[in-house]
């Protein structure tokens, strides 16, 4: 939670041109967690592409100030100042993209895994993209319910198995979708925020740290805003899962 609000301070502040702000929230994010450093290049990239003044660039510096300061720590303490990527690995393997471990997730794209649920989930897209077609001959609630529907059908099988592909995946699209709405330092940090989840080796807790990433939650919004009968089973999906994920982790439980 911490994380989320310093690097949406440090992305608010840049886009405003605040860019003292955007420095001082930048290295706090990326002082609390290591993607933080992901809003250095974010950063980078629109001072170039926009022409930005050298506030723009100091902040850029500034917000990889935090991790290295945490480095450096590290190495005083421990003599490793990458002990906290160490760390990682001793338990996650090293950091590289094991499409072997995704492999189950792709199978969840394609409809759930096992080739059973293949037909339905191969429907699922033909009817979406139907609709996609017609949705201009239909009243807004029409496309409110022909959005709901498809959503429960899709809600159906993803239910049956984790949702790390769905964020991942159609908030990566969204990105890109709405890219300009975004700008270029919103769209660049989140994409290499996906790239983080992605080279950190199998997806345990993809789906934690995607929640921290900002853009990615602001790109589904707005796609949600698109589509609301998406939108709508998206906040039901979440209410009902809500109550289930406290209690088991009230009980230690920590995979529902």
């Known amino acids: 939670g911490l994380f989320l609000l310093l690097s949406t301070l440090a992305l608010w502040s840049f886009e405003r041109n605040r860019f003292a702000g955007a420095a001082v ?11 933080g450093i992901a809003l250095m290049p974010a950063f980078a990239l629109e ?11 100091i902040a850029a510096l500034c917000a990889c100030i935090g991790t290295l300061a945490y480095a450096l720590f590290c190495w005083r303490a421990f003599g490793d100042p990458l002990a906290f990527v160490h760390a990682q690995i001793a338990w996650r393997g090293p950091l590289t993209v094991r499409f072997a471990d995704w492999e189950y997730m ?12 293949w ?4 429907a699922i897209v033909a009817l979406s993209a139907l609709w996609w077609r017609r949705r201009g001959s239909l009243s807004d609630a029409g496309n409110f319910v022909c959005g709901l529907l498809l959503g429960l059908a899709e ?7 984790q949702w790390d592909l769905l964020l991942i ?8 979708a709405f890219r300009k709405q975004l700008g270029v ?9 996906i790239a983080i989840i992605l080279a950190a080796g199998f997806p345990l807790s993809a789906d934690r740290i995607a929640y921290s990433i900002a853009p990615i939650l602001i790109a589904l919004g707005l796609m949600w805003e698109r589509l609301p009968g998406v939108g709508a089973i998206a906040v039901a999906a979440s209410a009902a899962a809500l109550p289930l994920y406290a209690i088991k982790i009230a009980q230690s439980v920590w995979i529902p």
């Open 185 to 193: 330092a919103t769209t660049t940090y989140g994409l290499l925020g």
């Open 155 to 161: 809600a159906a099988l993803w239910f049956t198995s």
């Open 47 to 57: 001072a170039v592409l926009q022409k930005r003044s050298r506030g723009a660039w």
């Open 169 to 176: 995946v159609a908030g990566g699209a969204a990105l890109v």
């Open 25 to 35: 929230w930048g290295a706090l994010a990326s002082a609390t967690r290591f993607p």
């Open 106 to 117: 792709v199978a969840i794209l394609f409809g759930t895994v096992g080739p059973h649920w």
């Open 119 to 122: 037909p339905y989930q191969i």
